[in-house]
């Protein structure tokens, strides 16, 4: 367990990696050198295929190590939000609660200023709460509710337990994300739906609602409930979100016409991260296709909008240059910067967050084999059939009405 590669076995292999303790995913540096092994056992989990769930975590470097790793890693900035227990469930064991414990009071009392991120399914201590009311960096809990607890999907994890979070991080004064993720057809229906919405509008700060992320063994854990979905091949590399047909449109309208109030953020946590931070766009996200598709505040396009700027060629060249890009591979066109060739996902998304502007390359090289989530703009939403699709079916109903026959709507 000790030696193996992130990723082995996983296509693309080009981009298998040794762990270091911190790793660029789309929306943070993951921590990647403490904890690692996860007990949740979710089946549409990539830690499947690396032999890491089912698995009783083991410890990496000390928290006080791991603190002043943060640093060293190579795509390090100071706004970048930092994911601690990203290799694990910070709170799925005893151990695991004590160690991130020690790792929050160390971080709290050192100079970085990055928001710190706890994604869970788990109970979240009373100690870890009241460790992040008195830290002087914002803490940001993504609290994953889909819906599936208590199915085959999650066999370990409780619904009820994950309900109560959302409430006593609200007592607490503290700020609770809602990791809306994966849709599958298993939690896809409309009382499925309003349960889960009904409950995080209330206590959530908002919501990133985001399709399930593929590759071949996912896929092939995923068939059985979904068959659908297991019927066709895909090249992974240039997939981004899939979501069971007809649902993504669905719950962009439900939601705004229900609950206009509440943020829904659809494929873009770096939105739900900028508004529960109460700043303006960190990453690059203002006016992207997600932006434009999500259930936004008015005020909050409009900090968006004020704060949203050009760089400058300083700017640019000082960022290239940290993340080893040529200039001239580098062109500022119709509100965007392209980088030309393939480029590692991680520089991408430094370039993001030290330019706060949209950034692409003409293709982009997934680390350690996974594909996190398509990191240009044109991430493509994939639907897939699904049988029980009550949305279709209430469509081809209001064609008969109208004496129209069934068009495949």
Known sequence: MADKLRGEGIIPNEFVDKRTPYTQFQVWLGETGGAIGCPVDCQYCFFQLDGLTPAKPREGLTPQELVEELGNAST????????????????????????????????????????????????????????????????????????????????????EVIRDNFIRLKEHDLTGVHYWRPFLPQNSTPEKIEEVLSHVAEYASCSVAIGLRLNDGIQANIADFWPELGASTYDFTKTGEFWPEDVRDYLMKYTKQHYPDYPVFFGTTPCSATFALETSDIRGAYRSSGCLESNCPPFQRERCGAAFATPTEEQIQAAAEKMDIAMEDISLIDNRITVRGKVESGKLVYLRYALKYPVISEAVGYAAGYNWANVRDEGRIIEIPWRNNWIKAAKNRQLGKLGIHDLGL
């Open 76 to 159: 390090y900035a100071p706004n970048i939000p930092v994911n601690y227990g990203s290799e694990t469930d910070a709170f799925a064991t005893r151990k695991n609660v004590a160690y991130y414990s020690e790792v929050l009071q160390r971080y709290g009392a050192s100079d970085y200023p990055n928001p710190v991120v706890f994604i869970s399914k788990r109970e979240i201590p009373d100690q870890i709460m009241d460790l992040a009311a008195e830290i002087p960096q914002p803490v940001l809990f993504y609290m994953s509710y889909s819906g599936l607890g208590d199915t085959p999907l999650e066999p370990t994890v409780k619904s």
